[in-house]
């Protein structure tokens, strides 16, 4: 039992006497269960991001909160915020690979690859063989206008993860963005020919094989993926592409090299 002190003889248990009014008591945060976090998992990315963004400003401690909010954002495009919210979570956790991984891709997706190779580094001193953060950092040295780096990047990957599509296609876009299309196509040929290549890495070849005037092919290949209208629409831009290639070749005399692609991250 507690002995309450006095002072003047007025307890100190009843501050009542005092004409004074007994503040409310606030409530009580609880941390939310994994069924609600998985509920709201299973929900837009705005939802998500107002519901992390809470729960984080709780407890900026949650490591896993944390990495939740910066998806959520960069699945909104808003890449800036997400890499704030990765980089509050590394403030706890410098070592959390996935941590670094969120922000390095909010970075990469901000084109502030630059910010993205400092994390990818560490990732690499912690884990050498993460084949995906070699292939990230691939990706921010092209960005970066470091190609030769990026190459040497990929090939690490590609060491670790032989054949993988993903890296195949980071190798074949940056030297498609250079106007090496006869280099980017072996390359995707790989690429698509392995059973976990998406959608998006045949339209890549298709775009390859069309800007070289190899448009049979290409049409097949976006008739495969896509609706009549897209391919049609998609092969209407290639042919423009192709003509207006060639004519610029032959007002310089030289290849017309257009920066048409984007490598993923």
Sequence with gaps: RFC??????????????????????????????????????????????????????????????GLYLSNALRAMGRNEEAAEAAHRVLLFAPDNVDALLAASRA?????????????????????????????????????????????????????????????????????????DFAGAEPLL????????????VRQNLALVLGLQGKMGEAEQLLRRDLPPQQADANLAWLQQAVTARTAAASASNGPAVRSWATVQA
Excluded: C
């Excluded at 009580?28 to 998992?41: F, K, M, S």
């Excluded at 040929?189 to 998006?200: M, S």
């Design 4 to 65: 309450w002190a006095r002072a003047g003889g007025i307890s100190a248990a009843a501050p009542a006497a005092t004409g004074q009014a007994t503040p409310a008591a606030e409530p009580v945060q609880r941390a939310p269960t994994q069924a609600e976090i998985q509920a709201v998992l299973r929900s837009d990315p705005l939802t998500q991001s107002a519901f992390f963004a809470s729960q984080f400003e709780r407890d900026p401690t949650n490591v896993q909160i």
């Design 107 to 179: 970075h990469i997706a901000d084109n502030n690859a630059f910010y993205a190779i400092d994390p990818l580094q560490h990732i690499i001193e912690l884990k050498p063989k993460d084949w995906q953060a070699w292939s990230l950092l691939g990706v921010a040295y092209d960005q970066v206008k470091r190609p030769e780096d990026a190459q040497g990047a990929w090939a690490s990957a590609l060491k670790l993860s032989p054949d993988n599509p993903a890296v195949l296609t980071n190798m074949a876009m940056s030297k498609a963005e250079r106007g």
């Design 189 to 200: 040929r790989t690429a698509a020919a392995q059973p976990g290549a998406t959608i998006q």
